[in-house]
């Protein structure tokens, strides 16, 4: 097969990683950028040196399909080392395997080893790439998301390629637009976070709620066109709700974990790609490998992993004949937690030890009022429904006396206050603060006036669709007490 441009040049950057000195380059390239296609290349290379190469993938389900894509490429003399696989041939140059089966067994000798998403850290690869034996042999990592905590510590992982981005295969047509609305924002407060993301009881029984779930089915009736959709599901409880609750509506739906058979999985699959099945409901299971038409995609399973955010929606920005653009239904508020997939960007593997934060080129989408889209934050009129919010309660200064207000209502120090409350408020003051051409920060100073406690670091950083009464007229009144201060007259008449 042909190699496009950056392909090549991947390709061309490994090779000088190699000759400089690194044992372990990780290469970055997204969902549909062509890793196997690369991978397949750097085989058919080795190959004409008459090298033996190692494949390793992290999934059962991934080891036909990578078989069936070396064929595609020229690569036949291919084994398989995975349980009793029907192509298990410890002869053949190039095998393709199962990390979990080579964790059990004896390691063929090899000249090259590629590991395919290679993010997903098993203790195997450690091992194997700190024995003696195998400290001049190269490991080629390959991953959409090489941003693991401990990627890139000593004696992992040694240098980071990117090949391609998300955004530059959007420009270039190799990868599809996407649209992405907002219609719901669950209450996570109070579920906890271990190992940097939410709790999997806990998310469970904020999202498998009938309000919720419903809200699911409907907004897909209204806005997913009748796409082919794959929906993200916290638990197997949620996933096989959600799934019932589209088939009560009338619309086909299937259910999909890890623990499906992988003949049924197949047909599900099967039947999703010639549109006898709509939408697929499923439990972590289609973040990796799958490459079928999805057109829509239903964010159900709220994250703060950069990876399992990115992985989700990569399955759905390959292009397809006919298809204009992908649809994302975030019903996680992930989208306007971790910004747009393209706006997730990482120079360097992590090191082990400090977090390293993101370099972020732009700001956290914003959501319309109107229509629930999420447009980037400088845009002003909604791109989706043409939604243009226009300043509003702007203060009137009259003629007349301004006079010490006598009552404030003001929270104690600490006040037990709400989540509901404390998020209403502060997207109110964000909101009005967005309409003003405020600084960021006039928020979370706003809020920490009226309550005297900061804005907790769980609360939304998105703004409401109105301002209530109650909330202008205190802005209306702190503007007028600030206004006296900076005048110098606190406690006086001012004509």
Known sequence: MELRDYQQATIDSIKVALKDGYKRPVVQAPTGSGKTVVAAAIINMARQKDKRVLFCVPALSLIDQTVERFRENGIFEVGVIQAQHEMTDGTQPVQVCSVQTLARRTIPEADLII???????????????????????????????????????????????????????????????????????????????IAGDYDLAGLSTAMDKGNLVADIVSTWLERGQDRQTICFAVSRVHAKHIQQSFVAAGVAAEYMDAFTDMDDRASIIRRFGNGDVRVICNVGVLTTGFDADVRCIILARPTKSEILYTQMIGRGLRTAKGKDDLIVLDHSDTTLRLGFVTDIHHDKLHDGTKQQAAERTEKLPKECQQCHFLKPPKLLECPACGFKPEPRAKIEVEDGELVELSSRRKAK??????????????????????????KPGWAYWAFKDKFNISPPRHLLENPAYSISTEVQGWITHRNIRKARASQGTIGRKWR
């Open 413 to 438: 120090p600490n006040a037990p206050l709400g989540p509901t409350e404390m998020q209403s408020w502060y997207s109110q003051l964000i909101l009005h603060a967005e309409l003003r051409g405020y």
């Open 115 to 193: 590991v395919d998403e290679c993010h997903v850290q098993f203790k195997l690869y450690d091992k194997w790439m700190g024995m003696e034996e195998w400290a001049n042999v190269p490991f080629i990592g390959l991953t959409a998301t090489p941003w693991s905590k401990g990627m890139g510590a000593k004696g992992k992982w040694d240098k980071l390629i990117i090949g391609t981005t998300t955004q530059d295969l959007i420009h270039r047509g190799s990868l599809s637009k996407f649209r992405v609305f907002a219609p719901a924002h669950p209450d996570l407060d109070g579920v906890k976070t």
